[in-house]
């Protein structure tokens, strides 16, 4: 390991953005523990619909650089997908113009103008990272394992109590009270999961000025539809109402999608904030605090460029 620090380093939480960020760091040489308040497959990431794209994150120069960071690394891991949970799919994002985007986007392979044909009301196509979080999460887990990390259930009501020489902070929501940081708020995802009536496309149109977006993703435990995004709703269960707008929704789309079989209901509350928090505290006795969280919507589309500079941040350095 080079750098600077000696000693321990403890990952506060055990999404997506922890256990790639203890990833990160164990596979630069630190002695790793993760935190967790309850086991992986129960976080708020396990119900992401997981399609890698910038959505509800700032600040947008810094997010296009760990977003495409970590499409590079998912692009390997779709090489082994019944493994690693990554594979590459076609798709378009509706009623989305390249001019509209960041720098970022001339850096995404493929992407393009849809044809008509592929969506009537204009928008992008692109083969993208979709990931099966259901076998992500656990691929994250065991390859922090692999590589002598230990992941353990434990809560924390003070940061600074942590006993470590480093610690991670990557509590997403949780940071409103811990750190204590009031500018967090959760924004309220709400999905559908049905069986899959042959459809092998995802597709996402977001209204910008409602808080109801509309998207399908093919995931092999089901057809992923959504979605909502309620500002400051705390809500874990499912309202009928939304889930049958949401069906009503990607059915005038795909209309097999109406008679599709429910398998499941999902809630999840995006740890929002008005930008990404990346940043480094020196706390007293020279202990170090490094926080990495506020990714929204993104959490997996920037997970692994967020956790290489939370990594040097913490002092180690890769190679």
Request: proline share 6%; charged share 20%.
């Amino acid at each position: 390991m080079s750098g600077d620090i000696s000693g321990d380093v403890i990952v506060v939480g055990g999404g997506v953005i922890g256990l790639t960020t203890a990833v990160v760091l164990a596979e630069r040489g630190a002695r790793v523990r993760v935190w967790t308040r309850e086991p992986v497959e129960l976080t708020t990431s396990a119900v992401a619909g997981a399609l890698w794209w910038p959505y509800r994150i700032e600040p947008e120069p810094l997010v296009g650089e760990w977003a495409l960071q970590s499409l590079v690394v998912y692009e390997e891991l779709a090489a082994r997908p019944e493994e690693t949970g990554v594979r590459m799919v076609e798709g378009v994002q509706g009623e989305t113009r390249l001019d509209e985007l960041g720098s970022w986007a001339a850096r995404v392979p493929g992407l393009r103008e849809a044809r008509a044909e592929e969506f009537a009301g204009g928008g992008l196509w692109a083969r993208l990272p979709l990931i099966d979080m259901s076998v992500h999460l656990p691929w994250l887990r065991d390859r922090f394992v692999e590589l002598g990390g230990t992941v353990e259930e434990a809560s924390v009501v003070d940061l600074s109590e942590v006993p470590a020489s480093v610690v991670v902070n990557c509590t997403g929501l949780a940071s409103l009270d811990l750190v204590p940081d009031r500018s967090v708020r959760p924004v309220r995802g709400q999905l559908v999961v049905v069986e899959n009536p042959g459809i092998t496309t995802w597709l996402t149109a977001v209204d910008h000025s409602a808080d109801t977006s509309t998207y399908f993703f093919p995931q092999p435990g089901g057809l992923i539809l959504g979605g909502t995004a309620e500002e400051n709703a705390w809500s874990m269960t499912p309202d009928p109402a939304t889930a049958e707008a949401i069906i009503a929704r990607c059915a005038a789309f795909r209309p097999e999608i109406a008679d599709a079989r429910v398998l499941e209901h999902r809630v999840g509350l995006r740890p929002t904030r008005p930008a990404v928090r990346l940043e480094r505290e020196v706390l007293r006795g020279g202990r170090v605090l490094v926080h990495n969280y506020g990714h929204g919507g993104a959490g997996i589309t920037v997970a692994w460029g967020c956790a290489r500079e939370a990594a040097d941040l913490v002092g180690v350095k890769a190679g």
